[in-house]
């Protein structure tokens, strides 16, 4: 297997969980239409979908049905979206562009932008509470249970506190790391949990995906904090240097570029080792833990 079939998967899964997501939000009537709009703006607009395919490759270590893992990847996309439209708003980042297009707020307006934001979270849930999704309300519910857990103030929501803290407060390495764990790390970390609750994984089997889940994070985080010092703004699809114009404490910053990247490349090495039970079958999922740290976008 070579990097150009984990180039072909991602676009695979890319593709599909797109389709997925332009049928779960149809195009409405009225004047409600509007945040519809808005939903489907940041949801279809692209982005290299990394959650879902993590949801997709999870699930397929346990031969789970596609039509699961792929609604529960499209759920865990729009809780994404979700972040990503706030986090662009004025009150937080104040970013004009994301994916290479306008943010949601500038297509739109603000309060829009809210609601879009606020409906893609409650949709996601909609979505795995549906039968649609497993068939077995056990798993729907543990599927809604971790997703809550990684969202909200345990997770993605108390990370992003954190990081709006962080601007009058110069934290360390080991804040920095929580933070990121929480704001970035929980939410790729359910999407790994989400294969492994989708297929009834062994005790051991959640272990180990949660120990790659957790070392991918941190690796995808670091990666993002080079990419805003070295990287591209048109690849990238956003602004860059915002962490050292905030005057922001970043892996980066601390540990200086080559290091923060070894530090990357270390947790990748680590991640997949972790797959090492799942033989030949991990193999993508150990590809997508170099994928992760050596993207440009
Ligand atoms: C506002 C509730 C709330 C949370 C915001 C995750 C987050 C917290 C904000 C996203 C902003 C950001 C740049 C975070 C750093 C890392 C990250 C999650 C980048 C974006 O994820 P990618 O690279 O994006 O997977 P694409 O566009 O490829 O989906």
Redesign the pocket.
């Known amino acids: 297997m070579s990097s150009s079939d984990l180039k072909k998967a991602l676009k695979a899964t890319a593709t599909e969980v797109t389709r997925v997501l332009d049928d779960l939000l149809p195009m409405g009537e009225g004047p409600e239409s509007r945040v519809t709009e808005a939903m489907r703006y940041t949801a279809l607009a692209?982005?290299?979908?990394?959650?879902p395919f993590l949801v997709v490759a999870c699930a397929d270590l346990f031969s789970v049905d596609r039509k699961s893992s792929m609604r529960a990847a499209a759920a865990i996309?729009m809780v994404?979206?979700?972040?990503?439209i706030?986090?662009?708003?004025p009150a937080?980042?104040n970013d004009d562009l994301?994916?290479g297009k306008p943010t949601c707020h500038i297509k739109f307006d603000e309060a829009t932008a809210i609601l879009a934001?606020d409906a893609l979270l409650t949709k996601s849930f909609e979505v795995l509470a549906d039968e649609k999704t497993h068939g077995d309300a056990r798993v729907r519910c543990d599927l809604v249970s971790a997703l809550a857990l990684a969202?909200g103030e345990a997770g993605?929501?108390g990370?992003?506190m954190i990081?709006l803290f962080a601007e009058d407060h110069k934290l360390k390495m080991p804040e920095i790391t929580r933070l990121q764990r929480m704001?970035?790390g929980a939410?790729i970390a359910v999407a790994c949990e989400a294969g492994a609750i989708l297929g009834k994984a062994s005790e051991n089997a959640h272990h180990v995906l949660h120990a790659y889940a957790h070392d991918v994070g941190l690796a995808?985080?670091i990666a993002?904090d080079l990419l805003d010092v070295e990287g591209d703004e048109k690849k990238v699809?956003?602004k860059t240097g915002k962490d050292a114009d905030a005057g922001k404490a970043t892996f980066v910053s601390l540990l200086g570029v080559v290091r923060a990247r070894e530090q990357a490349e270390l947790l990748a090495d680590q991640a997949a080792s972790h797959l090492d039970i799942f033989e030949e079958k991990g193999k993508l999922l150990r590809e997508l833990a170099h994928y992760v740290v050596n993207r440009s976008?």
Do not use: N, P, W
């Open positions: 692209g982005g290299k979908r990394i959650r996309e994404h979206c979700y972040s990503l706030h986090d662009d708003l937080m980042d994301r994916r934001g969202s993605m929501v990370g992003q990081d704001k970035t939410l995808f985080q993002d699809g956003k976008a």
